[in-house]
């Protein structure tokens, strides 16, 4: 996925997210229902984009660290909240140390990573998490929300569009996702499928 594709659509990102698409209220409602959040986490929001999820954590973590990670620079532009970190980079070839983070979300994120680099990635983040295997609250975690349609003449033209905006996207079955986040390392892997959101899953997973 070219970088251009996000720096084109960045200029109206946050508005299509919140007003067009469901892809924002979808990520609240199930960031409330599905993560639980530590009094003191060091966050990472991988494809964090605008940064319109990170506020969304930064207001209910005040006293986390978070930070931004995504290779649109047009798009961290837009984050501007100096209580969120942003930094340009490829989640395939991180520049962040070893066991930095104690939770990584990739919302909406790993749809536009090519396949054939999607498993690279989720070694990254679970190189860059802690690991503190006997305080199993506070073990690295990886928080993954996704979308993978049904195969119909709408979700397919969906498909289309999104392609033809930022580019070629590589959807995962949840059964997929399951077993690429095993292969990457991580355990205790859960998958939820809720019921409002029909073509979203949510995968969480232990380092
Ligand atoms: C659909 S947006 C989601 C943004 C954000 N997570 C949200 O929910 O608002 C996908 C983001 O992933 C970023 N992205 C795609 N491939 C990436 C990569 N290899 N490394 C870092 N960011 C990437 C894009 O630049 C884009 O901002």
């Not at 006997?134 to 929300?145: A, D, P, S, T, Y």
């Not at 349609?149 to 033809?164: A, C, D, H, M, R």
Request: include cysteine.
């Amino acid at each position: 996925m070219p970088r251009a594709s996000f720096d084109k659509t960045a200029l109206l990102y946050n508005f299509v997210e919140k007003h067009i698409w469901e892809d924002y209220s979808s990520a609240c409602t199930l960031i409330n229902e599905y993560l639980s959040l530590e009094p003191q986490e060091t966050i990472i929001d991988v494809g964090g984009g605008t940064g319109l999820i990170a506020k969304v954590l930064r207001s209910k973590a005040q006293n986390s660290d978070i930070v931004v990670v995504d290779l649109s620079r047009n798009m961290l532009q837009k984050l501007n909240d100096s209580t969120i970190s942003a930094i340009q980079g490829d989640v395939t070839v991180f520049p962040l140390r070893d066991g930095t983070f104690s939770l990584a979300i990739l919302i909406n994120t790993v749809h536009h990573i090519p396949k054939e680099k999607q498993q690279a990635s989720l070694r990254e983040v679970f190189r860059i998490l802690k690991k503190q295997v006997r305080i199993l609250k506070k073990q690295g975690r990886i928080f993954i929300i996704e979308i993978y349609f049904p195969n119909t003449f709408f979700s397919n033209l969906f498909v289309k569009i999104e392609t033809l905006l930022v580019g070629k996207t590589a959807h995962l079955t949840a059964n997929a996702m399951k077993q690429e986040v095993h292969k990457a390392g991580f355990h205790a892997i859960n998958v939820f499928f809720p019921k409002k959101y029909p073509y979203r899953y949510v995968t969480i997973g232990l380092k």
